[in-house]
């Protein structure tokens, strides 16, 4: 199970950091991403991590401004948002695939999500 947390509000320029902790099975080699979607929208990757390699992957939308990481004892990702803007308001969810990609199709394990609201 992936338990999301971490959202609020908070005013354009702010930060906010999410987490994804996991319970039950590990990681291991799997990915682990991050997905938004907000109101009317489809839901679009925004960052994920590679458990075993640490490797890092980010949307152009936010490179720059997040930063995913990992806790291999606390099995749980973050994500360090910073200099959010108004266009980043959705609702932040965390998911797990076998491997890396930006597809929601491939992620077959989903947290509950978690709001982020960001004002102007």
């Known amino acids: 199970q992936l338990q999301a947390s971490g959202g609020g509000l908070v005013q354009a320029g702010g930060s906010l950091r999410l987490s994804c902790a996991a319970s039950g099975r590990t990681f291991s080699s799997y990915a682990l991403g991050w997905f938004r979607q907000a109101p009317g929208k489809e839901r679009e990757f925004v960052s994920a991590i590679n458990w075993s390699s640490g490797s890092t992957y980010y949307a152009d939308s936010v490179k720059g401004r997040f930063t995913i990481s990992r806790d291999n004892a606390k099995n749980t990702v973050y994500l360090q948002m910073n200099s959010l803007k108004p266009e980043d308001t959705a609702v932040y969810y965390c998911?797990?695939?076998?491997?890396?990609?930006?597809?929601?199709?491939?992620?077959?394990?989903w947290g509950q999500g978690t709001l982020v609201t960001v004002s102007s």
């Open positions: 998911a797990r695939a076998n491997a890396y990609s930006t597809s929601p199709k491939d992620y077959n394990y």
